[in-house]
């Protein structure tokens, strides 16, 4: 049996899904959302309802490169997680 994960990935134009199996979905484990930056070099890609990002055999995939775009995007994603909460409060109908 393999293990599988689904990943949401995005930039500051567009999201999709990135799904890792067997050894590749245990790398996962420790990315962290709004904080984890991937460079995904020669993805695969599919553009329609639903997209999705493939790694085929062409692809490389640095985990937090240490360049100046990586660090522009970690701090987008921040802003962005601190306007949109994930879990906002239940809203209470006391008066």
Known sequence: MSNMVTVKVSD???EASLSLWGVTASSAAEWRPG???LLVTNPGYN????????????SLVDVNPDIRDAAWLRNYAQGLSRKQHVNPP???NRK
């Open 90 to 92: 239940f809203p209470s």
């Open 12 to 14: 500051n134009s567009e």
């Open 35 to 37: 904080h984890t930056v």
């Open 47 to 58: 553009n329609t309802r639903q997209k999705w990002l493939s790694l085929p055999a062409s």
